[in-house]
Protein backbone atom coordinates (compact mmCIF):
# COMPACT_ATOMS: atom_id res chain seq x y z
CA UNK A 1 0.00 0.00 0.00
CA UNK A 2 1.06 3.74 -1.13
CA UNK A 3 0.69 5.16 2.19
CA UNK A 4 1.21 8.88 0.39
CA UNK A 5 -1.31 8.33 -1.70
CA UNK A 6 -3.90 6.50 0.62
CA UNK A 7 -3.41 9.83 2.72
CA UNK A 8 -4.12 12.30 -0.22
CA UNK A 9 -7.52 10.21 -1.53
CA UNK A 10 -8.40 10.50 2.34
CA UNK A 11 -7.82 14.13 2.08
CA UNK A 12 -9.42 15.09 -1.18
CA UNK A 13 -12.65 12.67 0.22
CA UNK A 14 -12.41 15.16 3.54
CA UNK A 15 -12.19 18.24 1.86
CA UNK A 16 -15.55 17.09 -0.03
CA UNK A 17 -16.98 16.07 3.22
CA UNK A 18 -20.45 18.07 4.12
CA UNK A 19 -22.02 15.22 6.91
CA UNK A 20 -21.33 17.18 10.15
CA UNK A 21 -21.84 13.90 11.91
CA UNK A 22 -18.77 12.07 9.94
CA UNK A 23 -16.51 14.95 10.88
CA UNK A 24 -17.60 15.16 14.06
CA UNK A 25 -16.60 11.48 14.74
CA UNK A 26 -13.61 12.00 13.06
CA UNK A 27 -12.36 15.20 15.17
CA UNK A 28 -12.96 12.48 17.87
CA UNK A 29 -11.05 9.59 16.48
CA UNK A 30 -7.97 12.51 15.92
CA UNK A 31 -8.14 13.63 19.65
CA UNK A 32 -8.65 10.64 21.16
CA UNK A 33 -5.31 9.37 19.18
CA UNK A 34 -3.30 12.32 20.08
CA UNK A 35 -4.05 12.38 23.51
CA UNK A 36 -3.12 8.81 24.08
CA UNK A 37 -0.35 8.64 21.65
CA UNK A 38 3.01 8.44 23.18
CA UNK A 39 6.24 7.63 21.17
CA UNK A 40 7.35 5.39 24.45
CA UNK A 41 4.39 3.29 23.84
CA UNK A 42 5.34 1.85 20.61
CA UNK A 43 9.25 0.90 21.01
CA UNK A 44 10.32 -2.51 23.11
CA UNK A 45 11.12 -3.31 25.80
CA UNK A 46 14.75 -3.87 25.20
CA UNK A 47 14.95 -0.28 23.21
CA UNK A 48 13.59 0.96 26.57
CA UNK A 49 16.33 -0.34 28.57
CA UNK A 50 18.80 0.65 26.20
CA UNK A 51 17.52 4.30 26.23
CA UNK A 52 17.99 4.34 30.07
CA UNK A 53 21.59 2.57 29.85
CA UNK A 54 21.98 5.31 27.23
CA UNK A 55 20.66 7.87 29.92
CA UNK A 56 22.80 6.37 33.02
CA UNK A 57 26.04 6.87 30.66
CA UNK A 58 25.33 10.37 30.04
CA UNK A 59 24.59 11.07 34.12
CA UNK A 60 28.14 9.19 34.24
CA UNK A 61 30.34 11.04 31.49
CA UNK A 62 30.30 8.19 29.76
CA UNK A 63 30.17 9.66 26.43
CA UNK A 64 32.40 10.30 23.87
CA UNK A 65 32.84 13.96 21.53
CA UNK A 66 31.69 14.31 18.12
CA UNK A 67 35.45 14.70 17.89
CA UNK A 68 36.75 11.96 19.44
CA UNK A 69 34.60 10.08 17.38
CA UNK A 70 35.33 11.27 14.27
CA UNK A 71 39.57 11.33 15.13
CA UNK A 72 38.45 7.00 15.85
CA UNK A 73 36.81 6.77 12.55
CA UNK A 74 39.31 8.48 10.81
CA UNK A 75 41.80 6.30 12.28
CA UNK A 76 40.15 3.41 11.99
CA UNK A 77 38.63 3.81 7.85
CA UNK A 78 41.46 6.12 7.01
CA UNK A 79 38.40 9.04 5.69
Known amino acids: MDI ?15 DETIISKLKTIKNNIS ?10 DTEKLLIESGLKDIEKGNTFTHEQVMKEINEAYGI
Open 4 to 18: QLEKYKLMEWLVGLK
Open 35 to 44: ASSDWSDDIS
